[in-house]
């Protein structure tokens, strides 16, 4: 059984296909927390028809809620991704730091320009 925070994981391995019974079948698994679900039978994976579309479902009681992420296999460890999302978050805080700088700066020489017109004055 579930319980709150839990992770459940459902892999479709569509890659991984195989002749059951005469039929293309596809091995499905589950996970709860990183640990494998093994099915009532003692499978560990369970086959699904290749020709017939899969639904995601979720089954809950009154009061629960859930927080799905659905994506494909390849998509969740995409370090080429990760990668381009760090460069863009990098270049970007790059102009705002460059930005601010210059705004300080230009701040700073107002304001020393100003001391300078001050003392002018004093002598």
């Not at 890659?15 to 494998?36: A, D, M, T, Y």
């Amino acid at each position: 059984m579930a319980r709150r925070g839990d992770r459940i994981r459902c892999t479709v391995m569509f890659e991984n296909k195989r002749e059951k019974s005469g039929k293309v079948q596809v091995p499905v698994v589950f996970s709860l927390n990183g640990k494998k679900v093994v099915i009532q039978d003692g499978e560990g994976q369970f086959f699904v028809d290749d020709d017939k579309p899969l639904f995601p479902y979720v089954g809950m009681t009154d009061g629960s809620s859930v927080l799905a992420k659905m994506c494909a296999r390849e998509d969740m460890f995409s370090k080429g991704e990760v990668l381009d999302q760090v460069l863009q978050i990098k270049e970007n805080l790059e102009d705002i730091v460059s930005r601010e700088v210059n705004k300080a700066t230009r701040n700073l020489e107002k304001k020393f320009d100003a001391l300078l017109a001050k003392l002018g004055e004093k002598k």
